[in-house]
């Protein structure tokens, strides 16, 4: 029986069809690979996609939700809260967040809190709420409750940069089953590999995914520098230096007056 | 037209920064200094992490005072025997400061320790500077001499063992006291991201009785090699260093240098080291006011590492 389950769960993992198998999700990314150059000021990145009958003849049901979370590469960061010690303002605690997405966007048609119950949410890690933040508490680590401080900083913080985001109207809908989703690449994005991860909801059930992935690469010179910055460092080092005093001499050269 | 910088991690406007660099060059030409400890400010201000800062300036700083000490050796105003004796501890000093500027960063503390060495250093230094160049303002004023003390008197200073002779600076003083200012200005300037001119020129003069003739000079090659070894350390151990924000700087910087060195030649001495006391008091005030009022946001992060 066990072993049946996991042999069907195989099959539908790979036709990319949800739990119900009636529907099944077709996108297509605008863009795969997104170049951070010199002059990058952030980019705008489509999906679109379609929702297609699967098997062919079984009827679709829709009002469908959908949603889209776009997961960065993982980052291990620390946040740190202040307190006033001795009349000045000094980090007293801190956290560590380990492994979790340097970028996270959840995208959907409406809120998410509408689209299915808690339970399914929570399961699926679908909203910022309810996405997997593991902390290093001492030896453990571990998510903690939703209103934990630090977890909920730590989540506004990375809002603040338009590194972490919820959007209920980045997803439209053009037709009942083609629609349009909308991620936003803000200028400070995190190069890495990025996962996408596309749910389709019917009736508070989740009936189909799939997934699809890109790239965000610095190029160019911007690419050599932080490559010999951190691969390099001494030699790195010893460039700069040098590229100082040769701005130097020019400088003394070109406005020598005596 | 916005750039953006690879270490610092962000895009900033390119004439911002520019013009940031010839601001400060301006200010370093007129008073004969670096300026790192009004660089420093600014770039924190602009958003760079305190951290990228503290090790980019050094290398802008690296650039300005090796035009000026250029110019000192063509004039042959400087002292290269006691440069070198005070480099000697100055890398010393560079080398300590960098190091612990790596275990505070680990420490989430540095911000801190950058915030209080700015307050404590720049408000009294700022403020002997002003009291001194009042008290040389009024004397004038009331037509005495400006001198402050009689050339060849001695301290206790001029009492420890170890001494030795510069012949260009014409002074005979211990080995102590001169290792002991070139270790605390490397030190402060790989902690702070400063030369550290305006603390060294006086430092010289009041405690070594260097003449004024070779004192920038002299000072400028301290600072030279000191904040050239910071960059290369800081980029070898804490791989800060932004190489496209340093030549923006660097650019900007001596560009400035050279319109401020006119009216900083025209005004008269006491009123210059007013203004710089004053400009440096001004810098300290602002970063104690930060320590002291509580911050719009008490929590912030730190990137630890990828995965």
């Known amino acids: 029986m066990r072993r049946f389950a996991i042999m069907f769960a195989f099959v539908t993992g790979l036709c990319g069809a949800g739990p119900a198998a009636a529907e099944r999700l077709v ?33 679709l049901r829709p ?46 048609n409406r809120s998410v809190n509408t689209i299915a119950n808690a339970d399914t949410l ?10 997997l933040l593991p902390q290093r508490i001492g030896s453990d680590v571990a998510d903690t409750v939703r209103d934990d401080p630090f977890r909920r900083s730590f989540v506004r913080l990375q809002t603040q940069q338009g590194l972490y985001r919820e959007s209920s109207t980045a997803v439209t809908f053009l037709t009942p089953t083609v629609f349009r989703a909308a991620i936003p690449m803000p200028a400070a994005v995190p190069t890495g590999s990025y996962g996408i991860e596309v749910e389709l909801f019917t009736g508070g059930n989740l009936v189909a995914r799939t997934n699809s992935a890109l790239d965000v690469i610095k190029t160019g010179f911007e690419q050599y520098v932080a490559d010999a910055a951190r691969d390099y460092g001494l030699l790195y ?11 130097g001499w020019f400088a003394s050269v070109i406005f020598a007056r005596d | 037209m916005q750039i953006y910088l690879p270490i610092a991690d962000l895009p900033v406007n390119i004439f911002l920064v520019l013009g940031m660099g010839l601001a400060v060059g301006y200010i370093s030409g007129m008073f004969g200094i670096g300026g790192g400890f009004l660089m420093t400010p600014l770039l924190i201000f602009v958003g760079i992490s305190p951290a990228v800062a503290v090790a980019t300036v050094s290398s802008h700083i690296a650039a300005s005072s090796f035009t000026g000490a250029l110019s000192y050796w063509r004039k042959r105003a400087l002292d290269i025997a006691l440069a070198l004796m005070l480099l000697s501890s100055g890398i010393v000093g560079t080398a300590t400061g960098v190091w612990l500027f790596t275990e505070l960063r680990a420490l989430d503390q540095l911000d801190l320790m950058i915030g209080v060495s700015y307050v404590t250093l720049l408000t009294i230094v700022g403020a002997m ?19 402050l003390r009689r050339p060849g008197s001695h301290t206790w200073l001029h009492g420890l063992p170890f001494k030795l002779r510069f012949k260009r600076s014409k002074i005979y003083v211990s080995a102590i006291p001169v290792w002991a200012i070139g270790f ?108 002291v009022v509580k911050p719009d946001d008490l929590y912030s992060l730190r990137y630890v590492r990828s995965g």
């Open chain 1, 27 to 59: 996108v297509s990314l605008s863009n795969h690979r997104v170049a951070v150059t010199s002059s990058f000021v952030g980019e705008e990145l489509v999906l679109f996609g379609t929702i297609e009958p699967d098997p062919v003849t079984s009827p």
């Open chain 1, 63 to 108: 009002p469908y939700d959908l949603v889209v979370t776009v997961t960065g590469p993982r980052q291990t960061l620390r946040t740190r809260r202040k307190q006033r010690v001795l009349g000045i303002w000094v980090n007293v605690d801190s956290r560590e967040f380990v492994r979790v997405p340097a970028y996270l966007a959840v995208l959907s």
């Open chain 1, 122 to 131: 929570r399961r699926l890690q679908i909203g910022l709420d309810n996405f």
């Open chain 1, 237 to 247: 080092g010893m460039a700069t230096a040098l590229m100082a005093l040769l701005i």
């Open chain 2, 129 to 147: 500077m002003i009291y001194e160049s009042v008290r040389a303002i009024l004397r004038t004023r009331h037509g005495m001499p400006a001198t």
């Open chain 2, 184 to 291: 605390v200005i490397g030190f402060v300037g790989a902690i702070m991201g400063i030369g550290g001119g305006f603390l060294l020129v006086p430092m010289l003069i009041y405690f070594l009785r260097v003449p004024t003739a070779t004192v920038i000079g002299t000072s400028m090659v301290l600072t030279l090699v000191t904040m050239a070894s910071a960059t290369v350390m800081h980029a070898a151990t804490n791989h800060l260093v932004d190489a496209v924000l340093a030549l923006i700087l660097m650019v900007g910087g001596v560009i400035g240098a050279q319109f401020g060195a006119r009216p900083g030649q025209k005004m008269r001495g006491e009123r210059l080291r007013l203004l710089l006391g004053l400009l440096v008091f001004a810098v300290g005030c602002r970063f104690a006011y930060e320590l």
